[in-house]
């Protein structure tokens, strides 16, 4: 298994422009999150899914956009990017509900928004 | 939103058992307290979890205080290999996730 896979690592955007950061899991896992850490902070919930066609606001929505048509795949959508989005993003998954079972978490997309 | 409070940093020695603490008062009777690590440039790692009872698991055990307030991870020989930020989260609503900044462990050779 790959477990939790991220593109890109690394991106750097202008102001205004958007873009999708992809996120997939091999496990069947039905739970599937979004996060992003600032320098220096914990990780901080952006959207979160349980399951295919079923999505639901985390603690910082505003400026993303999530889709869940299958299983495998939660993408993340900026839709016009500001330098307050510059930060790390995880994505999890996790095969029941994360309050009683492991999260996974993908290696992270570093984004920088100049 | 339930919080955890924990120290910026911490030190041990290696070999050497480590006592990290988490204060989170207002927990909800329904929160379930997890714990992850962060080695630098990767993503969180899963380390326990429980609700009321204490646990343990290969790699550490987790002590819950009785009222629930607190809670303490405990490892039991620091490697060096430990070094990380480990995060006292707790789950809400089932499926939110509360991250604060966590506790920075150095591990002395």
């Known amino acids: 298994n790959a477990g939790v896979t991220q593109t890109p690592k690394f991106q750097v955007l202008k102001t205004g422009q958007s873009m999708t950061l992809q996120c997939a899991q091999d496990m069947n896992h039905e739970y599937m999150s979004w996060y992003r850490q600032d320098p220096g902070m914990g990780l901080r919930l952006i959207h979160y899914?349980?399951?295919?066609?079923?999505?639901d606001q985390g603690e910082v929505p505003n400026g993303y956009n999530v889709s869940r048509s299958t299983t495998e795949d939660f993408p993340l959508r900026l839709l016009s990017a500001a330098p307050s989005q510059t930060s790390v993003y995880f994505c999890a998954s996790s095969y029941d509900r994360p309050a009683t079972d492991t999260q996974y978490f993908g290696p992270g997309t570093r984004l920088t928004v100049l | 939103d339930a919080k955890t409070t924990q120290p910026n940093s911490m030190e041990s020695n290696e070999e050497e058992p480590v006592h990290l603490p988490c204060n989170h008062s207002t927990i909800s009777g329904t929160d379930y307290i997890h714990w992850y690590r962060q080695l630098p440039s990767q993503g969180p790692e899963y380390v326990i979890h429980g609700l009321t009872s204490n646990v343990n698991n290969r790699m550490a055990s987790l002590a819950i205080a009785e009222d629930r307030k607190s809670s303490t991870l405990i490892l039991h020989r620091a490697t060096l290999r430990d070094a990380a930020v480990y995060y006292c989260i707790l789950i809400y609503n089932f499926n939110k996730f509360y991250f604060g900044s966590g506790t920075k462990l150095n591990v002395k050779p």
């Open positions: 899914s349980v399951g295919a066609g079923i999505t």
